[in-house]
Every structure is written in structure tokens, then in C-alpha cells.
């Protein structure tokens, strides 16, 4: 620039120098082109590798840490955490290398302005003083606002996960305001960083602005001469930008520098957990025992509390069945946990191979078909497969699905039934042909029918586990299979006895564990019926279609700018134009300074200050809008109408969309709207500079054209790219859920090579378009980095060959176009942006629209505040169908519940028992006929007023949030006291274990469940008892119908008899409906020619009043 403006301004300058300043221009020009893509595909590089390697270890580490402890942090970690570290390589050597231009600039700045030439590092050293404020503060801060973050999307994906008891339970409303209140304390939490933000930019800004300000008005001052030379002052620009945009770019590396460090500190914390202790030892020798246990003692490692089990001793040889029994809590699971290696023990446990074929009581089961859920990691052997589905009584279920063993399996197997599920998960154990089985009442979610089919086949003399010469440890209360059983392994008061089978006729057993005799009362027809299974469907691929979408049309921009609000938007882009004018303004003032006479200068350096210090109040006021108005406004707005359409999605909705899929909207979408995308809406309304050099009028419009061209096919690949980024990144977390939600399944089987085999195929998935997309704005880079030296180098040649400018008019020139660089780049880089973030405003816009609302087909009846006031329940010719399917599942079912009277519907799997419980909770939609409580057709009642006041449901599973309260957990809505909480959890003989986690009432029960002990099958279905207990308290004013689904299948005869005396106390007067395989410890509850028993089949139902030989209600 020095060697042109004194080649124009200087006639006697030789001519031949011309040609040499050409060639100078295009070396530095496309130099700096090539190079920067050199450097940035390096980058880019390490990037790739520094992620892949950081997903690898938080997934290794998954893999090693208990179940609970692997599941709550990896999914967050490998979204959030590992995207912001994977850039700590650029901000390291982007440090090195902007010091040293800092330290060239300074020095060439020396040799021409002498001492002025350090102003800038005065203003260097009091922006740093900020910097250094901003390091302290910043990581804090940083750190409080990731777990509020972990702790949203930890919460959702547990409500995600449990979305059906949620729904049952008509707990929405409560988890949707639970949500709610941690994504407004999220937001508020990160306000406080965003202020930290604003201020550090805005001194940062004040560097890049009043740098050349001060530095030149001080010079001109004391110039002497009264006037400026433009050779002076627009070299001396360029040069001072030298010095203060890498200096600017050291200190906004700061804040990144300090949330990576927080980011980088949660990564360390995860992989610095203490994994789980295997105490067991492989002797690894034939013949010997396949397991031995000798004086073992087990406790939970986070408490001090006496051990669980004490001192138990015992032997598993081949070919042996030990069936291990016992009271609810009494350590049944407890010991299988410690044979898995999953809790310290005490004593000796010996293993001959310590892969298990395990099936626990709550089956897991991950997102891939039927048939390789089952194969895992074996090889497939047709007949043995063959043989495995007819010994699991799966083969008819697999018939009369659509796509048989091809079905894919969604959301931890909710497009399948609770016994099939049961069933796929006990095929996979019997189809790994392991020497050592261990099976953790695996039939209680079966009916009485098919337990018994499923017993006789494999643990029966002929079974395939007396074939495959296996030894099995079954844990169950099911007295019938005791006399299969070569042990009876009775655990009690802490200690375990082994016994004969022969003592359960003898009576030895202890009398909660003796069969009841009213367990055969009802007949059973005697073929099995299975229907075709609720809404199969694959996932569909919509890449095709998405990937020819046009992201950005005026529809979505209306879209985002009505979540961020029309006022913040305009005046966040008032605020930058401003400054853009006045950036480009300042530039002109500068030329007439150096045209003016002396008496003029003052005024002109004066005009030069104020417009420099109102571009930066602008630019200060554009950082404040994006940062505490556009992005919380557009974050509440966007996270709300996500949270609502979601939960309020039918149950076919969650069937058919993978979790990790609406986990991604949650995560990832909504981490793009708070981050990224105000700050490209901010940085996309800077317009492009407009030149008026006459010298340049000729290559502007050209250039305009090839720019819109370039951003054209830079956007639609790029938009493609970011669509399989995000796509891919979907199967990454889904492939994590499956990993730690699974991970005591996977580590019995010895599974741990295959899983970190299919993460890292899943993570090579999500490394190529991503790296793609690195490259691709490489390229863009590269080809605006080109164009800008076409500029610079046609610039420089008309100046030399025409020589009809000005000294000023050239170095004007110059400093414009290298803003205009910068500015182009930034330019098609953050609309980009804005386009391919605007790809998560347009999933999340897709959500709101496509989505079926459940209240869509509502009426608007709101019965009174008594509603039921008696509680009688009549359906009238009632067809149900699922989706997709041809054959109703329920056919003209017409039945009548009487005020105060107990019900129990029996009937074999697939006979129509769930779909009949999900038509009452309108979970499912009537085709035909309709439902009434109290005489209310209840498709007019809002969902919410049905499941919270006129029926109670009480799920299977006993659904808790691990992160809320017990209290939460008990009485979401908070409708009841400390005492009566208390009460209810003694009444149910579960407030001992929970009082153990801490002292005081109210300080335990705002526990989050998580912290106390790992509560069993049984008690958390005695959990479930509890918070409907509390329900009825809460609505004693009324009387809701209560459903129990399958209640009492983890119960044993003790505990069976708190749930009888439940319902012959506080329900007595409730309208009970009960969904049962088994009837031990229920029948005696009922009263001869007042209740009920109903029998399901092919979709019909009959129902016989007890003690009578007539139907109640007839048969529909």
C-alpha cells in the first residue's frame, strides 16, 4: 500500500516499477490464499480426530461405569461438551500465530509513526485487564449453565423414555412445568454469562475502534504541520489493523479458551470416575462349578447401612436350576448384581466364564430388528434360531407382524407389548447358548399360559437349557416352578438357605411364598391367541425428500423471527446498520482529513472520534440484543412450543420415532437457536460495503454476480451436508441410549467389543459429513479469499497503468477492500450459517405442524369440580383399531362397571387386556361406540381432567424421574403434606428404606430419586402404589376410577397382601379395574355377587359376577 500511494503520487516515479508492484500484489494476494486453506484443512483435521477421539472415550468409559452413573451425563457430554473442546486445537495455534502478527505489526507501525505506535498497546493492556476478569468469571459460570443444560436433557430423556406411564398416569402437565422451569433456570443461568459477553465484547470492539482513533488524533495533534499525509494515515490503518485484529481476535479467544477449559473439566470428571469393581474371579476350568459363591456379603457402595446380603454360600453346577426366592427387597436382584459384577462384594465368588446369558425384570432391548436383538453378537444358525422363537412362544407373535423378525424396534421395544418384549429379551439369552443363564423374574410379565409353555420348554426335563447342559439361577416368586427347581435358594432377614423343592408341599416355605389356591379359579382357554402388534412401522427414510427441501424460505423466516419477536429483530438490526455506516463512513472522513487545509483538521479528527464512538455503542447494542433479548426470547418460545407439541404427541408418535431422534431436537436444535443462530442473524444484517471508486464501479457488479452464484451452491450443498450431519449425529445418540441405558445386559454378555465396534461405525457416519462440511467452507474460503485478489490485483493494475487517482482515492481504496474481504467472507459464511441453523428452526417448525396433538379431536366439555361423583364406568359396543392394522383389536365390546365394584380383566397375551386399558385412558381412539364415566362420554372430556380426576392409572414399570424429588416423584402436582406423603410410604412399608438417604422429612423427600438406594421390581411397583394412594387422598372429593396394569407381577404373596388390604380399606368405595396374569393374593379381596371377573379373547370380553354362574353384564 506504502509503494502504491507513493507510486501515484510521486510523477517522476519510474514506470518499471509498475509491473514489480503487480507482481508483489498477486505473491501476497493468492500467498495468503493458499496458504490460509493450507492451514484451515489441518485444522480442520485435528478437529475430526480430536472429536472421534473424545466420543471414543466418554463411550469406553460408559462402558466401565455402573448402570445409573454411564446413563445420565455420556448423551449430553458427546453434544455439547465434546462440540465446544473439539476446537481447542485452532484456538491454540490461532493464539501463537496472531502474536506474532501482533509483534510485526507493531514494529512496521514503529518505523513509520515512531512512539505512537504503542497507543495501541496502552488500549491492548486495558482491553486485557477485562480479559483477565472474564477468565475469572467466565468458567464458573460456563460450568453452572452446561449442568443446567445436562440436567434438562437428562430429565426430558427420561420422560421421553417413560413416556406411556406418563401419559397413563396423567402426570404431562406436571413433567411439561418441571421442564419448563429448568429450561427458564438454564436460560437464566446463562444470562448471567451473556452479560459477561456483552462486556467483554464491548471492550473488545473498543480495541478494533479506538485503536487508529486515538493513535492518529495524537499523531495529527502533534504533527506540527497541521495537516495529514494520506500515504501516512491509510498505511498506518492497515497497519494498526495488523496489530489490533489479532490482538481483538487473543482476547475473544479468551472466553473460548475459558468454556472449553469447563467444557474439557466435565469430560475429565466423567472419564475420572471410578468404574465398576468386579470382585468375582474366572477359574476359567471345565468340570467345576459354573458358579460358587462362598460367604459373600453385599452392600451398596454409596451407603454405610448394614449389607444387603450376608454370608451367602452356595453352588451352580451344568445342567442344574436353582430357583432364588424371597420377599420384595429382600435382595433377589441384589445378589444377580453382584453375580454380574455390577456391586462389590465380600467373600469369594468364583465363575468358570464370566459371560452370562442375563435377562433382566425390566427387559432391554436396542433400536435394531427383532431378529439381530435377538442373534446379538452370535452367529446366525437358521434352525437353532427357529428352535429359540418357538421355545419363547415368539413365533406366532412374529407371524402376525408386517415385517415378522424384521420389525424394527423402537424406543426400547414400545411398539411391542410388555410380553413380548419379556419374550425377545429371553430368546436372546437362550439363543447365546451360555453355559450359565441368570434369568431375574423374567415370567412375571408373562400370563399363567404361556409362563407355563415358555417354563416347560426351557426349564422343564426336555427343556433346551436341560439340553444345552446350562445352568440356570432363576429369580422368581412363581411357586409353580419350584418343583422343576434341583434348589430352592430362600433369601431372608439378609441370609440365604438353600432347601429342597420338595418343602413347598411340606410347608417349610415361608407363608408369603406359598402359592395361592385361588390362582386357578379362573379357566383359561386353551389355544393361544396372539394380534397383530400396535402400529408397526420402520422408520422411514425422508433424506431423499428433506435433503431437495428449501431451508430459508419466507415462511420459516417468519417462523423464527415470531419466536424472537419483530421489535428485537428490528432494533437489533438498527443497531447494526448503524454500525456499519459509520465503520464505512469513517473511512471518507479520514480522505477528506488528509484533502483538507490545516485550519479544517481539528474538526475533521473530531467528526473521525464521534462516528468511531457511536459504531461502537452500535456494535455494542447488536451484541446486547442477540445475546439477552433475540436469544432467550427465541429460546423460551421455541423450547415451549417443542416441550408441548411432544408430549402431547399420541402414543403411536413414540412408537414410530426413534428417541434419539427427539432427543436431537432437544439437544442439538434447541443448543443452535440459544448459540448459533442469533449471532449469524446479528452478523448476516451488516451489509456489504459500498464502493464509489470509480475505479472500481467496473468489478463490483461482476463480482456481485459470481458471489451469488458461489453462495448458491455453496448453500444447497452446505444445507445438504448439515441435514446428514445432524441426521447422523441422531443415530450416534441413539446408539449411546442404547449403550448406557443397557449396559449391565451388555457386560453379562461380554458384548462390550461389539458395541464399541457400532459406535465407532456410527461415529465414522457422523465424521464424514461433518468433516465435509469443514471442508466445504474451505472451499468457500479459498474462493472468496481468490476473488478479493482478482479485486486487489485488477485494483492495483488500473492504478498503475491509468495513474488518474489520488494518494487518498488508492489508499482508501485498498483499506475498504481489505474490510471487504473480511466482510465478504463473514458475509456468506454467517448466512450460511443462518441457513443451515435455520435447517433446526425448520425440523423444530416441522414438530409444531406435523405432529398430532392428542387433544386435536377433543371437545371442550369440562365436567364439574365433583366429576365422578360415583364412578361408574360403561362402554357401549366399543372398536378399536391400531393404526395400520385391518383387524380391530377390541370388536363391539359393551361392558358395565357399578360404583364401588372391582373388576378383573384376565385373558392371554394379545387377547386385548392392554388395548381395552388404553382405550379407557383415551390412549387409543375409539372407531366405534363410546365410553362413559358417570354418564359423561369421556372423547369430550380434556385428556388431562381424564387421567388427573377420572381415572388413576398404575403402570407396570412404577415410571420415576431419577432427577426430580421423590416428592415430585409421589405428588407432582404438590397436593399433598410432608405427613401424608409419609404416611402413604409407611402404609406401604417403603419409608425405612427411604428415610435411610438423609435426615429430617422434608430433606428426604426433596431427595432426588437418584440418591437413594436402587429401589427392586417389587418396590418400585409398591412406589407406584404409593402415589396412587396419594392421589385418592387428593381427590377426596371425588371418585376416580382406578386401573391397575399388571401392578402386582413383581409382588410377592407378603406384599400382594399390602395391595389386598389397600383394596379392601382406602379403595373400598373406588371402582377398581385390575389387568392381571395372575390372581395370588387378589381373589380373597373380592366379594361373592358384588365383584367381577372378565375374560379376554379375540378382542371380545365376558365378565362373570364371583359367585355366580351369570354374567354381569353379558358378552359383548
Not at 451473556?194 to 487508529?212: D, M, Q
Request: with cysteine.
Amino acid at each position: 500500500m506504502d509503494a502504491l500511494i507513493r507510486f501515484v503520487n510521486d510523477t517522476a516515479t519510474d514506470t518499471d516499477r509498475g509491473p514489480w508492484l503487480i507482481l508483489s500484489a498477486a505473491i501476497t494476494y493468492i500467498g495468503l490464499a493458499v496458504s490460509a486453506a493450507i492451514y484451515q484443512r489441518y485444522i480442520h483435521r485435528l478437529r475430526i480426530m480430536v472429536r472421534g477421539a473424545l466420543i471414543g472415550l466418554v463411550h469406553d468409559q460408559a462402558m466401565r461405569l455402573p448402570g445409573k452413573m454411564a446413563e445420565s451425563e455420556a448423551v449430553t457430554l458427546i453434544n455439547s461438551d465434546v462440540d465446544s473442546v473439539e476446537s481447542v486445537g485452532e484456538i491454540l495455534h490461532d493464539t501463537w500465530a496472531y502474536l506474532l502478527e501482533v509483534m510485526i505489526g507493531i514494529t512496521l507501525l514503529a518505523a513509520r509513526l515512531q512512539w505512537f505506535a504503542f497507543l495501541p498497546l496502552a488500549i491492548i493492556f486495558a482491553c486485557s485487564r477485562m480479559s483477565a476478569y472474564v477468565a475469572k468469571h467466565l468458567e464458573p459460570r460456563q460450568k453452572e449453565w452446561n449442568t443446567a443444560t445436562q440436567e434438562r436433557i437428562s430429565t426430558t430423556t427420561s420422560v421421553l423414555g417413560g413416556i406411556k406411564s406418563l401419559k397413563m398416569m396423567g402426570m404431562v402437565d406436571a413433567t411439561q412445568c418441571r421442564i419448563w422451569k429448568l429450561r427458564e433456570k438454564e436460560l437464566r443461568l446463562s444470562e448471567r454469562l451473556r452479560w459477561i459477553l456483552v462486556a467483554y465484547n464491548a471492550s473488545a470492539n473498543s480495541l478494533g475502534i479506538f485503536a487508529p482513533v486515538l493513535t492518529l488524533v495524537f499523531y495529527a495533534l502533534s504533527s506540527g504541520t497541521g495537516e495529514l499525509h494520506a500515504n501516512d494515515v491509510f498505511t498506518s490503518i492497515a497497519l494498526l489493523s495488523m496489530v489490533t485484529h489479532p490482538a481483538n481476535m487473543v482476547m475473544t479467544l479468551v472466553p473460548r479458551a475459558v468454556g472449553i477449559m469447563a467444557n474439557l473439566a466435565r469430560i475429565e470428571a466423567y472419564l475420572s470416575q471410578s468404574p465398576v469393581l468386579d470382585s468375582r474371579h474366572n477359574n476359567g476350568k471345565e468340570g467345576l462349578s459354573l458358579v460358587s459363591l462362598e460367604y459373600v456379603s453385599v452392600r451398596h457402595p454409596s451407603t454405610p447401612d448394614p449389607p444387603i446380603l450376608r454370608d451367602v454360600s452356595f453352588r451352580l453346577s451344568k445342567g442344574e436350576l436353582i430357583v432364588c426366592t424371597g420377599a420384595v427387597g429382600s435382595g433377589k436382584t441384589t445378589l444377580v448384581m453382584a453375580l454380574l459384577g455390577e456391586l462389590p462384594s465380600t467373600g469369594s465368588i468364583n465363575l468358570a466364564s464370566k459371560k452370562i446369558a442375563y435377562c433382566a425384570q425390566a427387559p432391554w432391548l436396542p433400536s435394531v430388528t427383532i431378529r439381530d436383538a435377538i442373534i446379538g453378537d452370535s452367529n446366525y444358525d437358521q434352525e437353532w434360531y427357529k428352535l429359540v422363537l418357538d421355545a419363547c412362544c415368539l413365533s406366532p407373535d412374529l407371524e402376525s407382524l408386517r415385517n415378522g423378525d424384521s420389525t424394527f424396534i423402537e424406543n426400547n421395544g414400545m411398539n411391542l407389548s410388555g410380553g413380548q418384549r419379556q419374550r425377545v429379551a429371553l430368546a436372546r439369552a437362550v439363543y447365546s447358548r451360555y453355559d450359565l443363564v441368570i434369568l431375574d423374574d423374567t415370567l412375571s410379565a408373562l400370563d399363567e399360559n404361556v409362563a407355563e409353555q415358555i417354563s416347560d420348554r426351557l426349564l422343564g426335563p426336555r427343556g433346551l437349557f436341560k439340553n444345552m447342559n446350562a445352568g440356570v439361577l432363576l429369580m422368581s416368586n412363581i411357586t409353580k416352578l419350584f418343583p422343576m427347581a434341583n434348589k430352592l435358594l430362600v433369601l431372608q432377614r439378609s441370609e440365604a438357605r438353600l432347601q429342597d423343592p420338595s418343602t413347598v408341599q411340606q410347608g417349610k416355605i415361608p407363608g408369603s411364598l406359598v402359592p395361592s389356591a385361588a390362582s386357578d379359579q379362573t379357566t383359561q382357554p386353551s389355544e393361544l391367541y396372539y394380534r397383530k402388534a400396535p402400529g408397526q412401522s420402520q422408520r422411514n427414510d425422508n433424506a431423499t425428500e428433506d435433503l431437495s427441501r428449501k431451508a430459508g424460505d419466507i415462511a420459516l423466516y417468519g417462523y423464527y423471527f415470531n419466536a424472537v419477536g419483530y421489535r428485537n429483530a428490528f432494533l437489533m438490526t438498527l443497531c447494526t446498520a448503524t454500525y456499519s455506516f459509520c465503520l464505512t463512513f469513517s473511512q471518507y472522513v479520514l480522505r477528506w482529513a488528509t484533502e483538507s487545509s490545516s485550519g479544517e483538521l481539528n474538526g475533521y479528527m473530531g467528526l473521525y472520534a464521534g462516528i468511531s464512538f457511536i459504531a461502537w455503542a452500535a456494535t455494542s447494542g447488536t451484541m446486547w440484543f442477540t445475546q439477552m433479548k433475540v436469544a432467550i426470547r427465541s429460546g423460551i418460545v421455541l423450547h415451549s412450543q417443542l416441550l408441548e407439541r411432544v408430549l402431547g404427541a399420541p402414543l403411536s408418535y413414540f412408537a414410530e420415532t426413534q428417541i434419539g431422534i427427539t432427543l436431537n431436537r432437544f439437544s442439538q436444535d434447541i443448543a443452535l437457536v440459544d448459540k448459533q443462530l442469533p449471532s449469524a442473524l446479528a452478523n448476516l444484517s451488516t451489509p456489504l460495503i459500498v464502493y464509489v471508486q470509480p475505479v472500481m464501479l467496473a468489478m463490483i457488479p461482476p463480482c456481485y454476480i459470481l458471489v451469488y452464484l458461489i453462495q448458491k451452491v455453496y448453500l444447497r450443498t452446505s444445507r445438504q451436508l448439515r441435514f446428514l450431519d445432524l441426521e447422523s449425529r441422531s443415530r450416534l445418540n441413539t446408539n449411546f441410549l442404547d449403550t448406557t441405558s443397557g449396559v449391565t445386559t451388555i457386560r453379562a454378555f461380554g458384548w462390550q467389543d461389539k458395541f464399541a465396534t457400532e459406535n465407532i461405525q456410527a461415529l465414522d457416519m457422523s465424521q464424514k459429513p461433518y468433516y465435509l462440511l469443514l471442508c466445504l467452507q474451505c472451499w468457500l474460503k479459498v474462493v472468496l479469499d481468490c476473488i478479493m485478489a482478482i479485486i486487489a490485483i485488477g485494483l492495483i493494475t488500473l492504478t498503475v497503468v491509468y495513474q488518474n487517482s489520488t494518494g487518498a482515492d488508492v489508499g482508501m481504496a485498498l483499506n475498504l477492500m481489505i474490510g471487504a474481504n473480511t466482510t465478504l467472507l463473514r458475509l456468506v459464511q454467517n448466512w450460511t450459517s443462518l441457513e443451515t441453523s435455520l435447517g433446526a428452526v425448520s425440523r423444530l417448525k416441522d414438530v409444531q405442524e406435523c405432529v398430532p396433538s392428542e387433544d386435536a379431536t377433543k371437545g371442550a366439555l369440562e365436567p364439574g369440580p365433583r366429576w365422578p361423583s360415583a364412578g361408574q364406568l360403561r362402554t357401549e359396543n366399543i372398536t378399536v383399531s391400531y393404526s395400520q392394522e385391518p383387524e380391530p383389536a377390541l370388536r363391539n365390546v359393551s361392558f358395565r362397571v357399578n360404583p364401588g365394584q372391582k373388576l378383573i380383566v384376565m385373558g392371554r397375551t394379545g387377547s386385548g387386556k392392554s388395548t381395552l386399558m388404553l382405550s379407557l385412558l383415551q390412549l387409543l381412539e375409539t372407531k366405534h361406540g363410546f365410553i362413559s364415566i358417570d354418564d359423561i362420554n369421556i372423547a369430550h372430556v380434556p385428556l388431562q381432567i381424564l387421567r388427573q380426576r377420572g381415572i388413576i392409572a398404575v403402570p407396570q414399570d412404577g415410571f420415576n424421574i431419577p432427577t426430580a424429588s421423590i416428592r415430585f416423584n409421589l405428588d407432582p402436582y404438590n397436593k399433598c403434606t410432608s405427613d401424608e406423603i409419609v404416611q402413604a410410604l409407611r402404609r406401604i412399608r417403603l419409608w425405612n428404606k427411604i428415610a435411610a438417604a438423609s435426615t429430617g422429612v422434608d430433606a428426604v423427600l426433596d431427595l432426588p430419586m437418584s440418591t437413594i438406594l436402587p429401589l427392586s421390581a417389587g418396590q418400585m411397583q409398591l412406589f407406584a402404589l404409593c402415589r396412587m394412594l396419594l392421589r385418592v387422598r387428593a381427590t377426596a372429593s371425588t371418585k376416580p376410577i382406578i386401573i391397575f396394569d399388571e401392578a402386582s407381577s413383581s409382588l410377592d404373596r407378603e406384599t400382594e397382601a399390602i395391595l389386598g388390604d389397600i383394596l379392601r380399606k382406602e379403595l373400598e368405595y373406588h371402582t377398581v379395574i385390575m389387568i392381571a396374569h395372575r390372581t395370588e393374593g387378589i381373589m380373597d379381596t373380592l366379594r361373592p355377587g358384588v365383584d367381577a371377573i372378565a375374560t379376554m379373547k379375540d378382542g371380545t370380553l365376558r365378565v362373570s359376577v364371583i359367585g355366580t354362574s351369570t354374567d354381569c353384564v353379558g358378552e359383548s
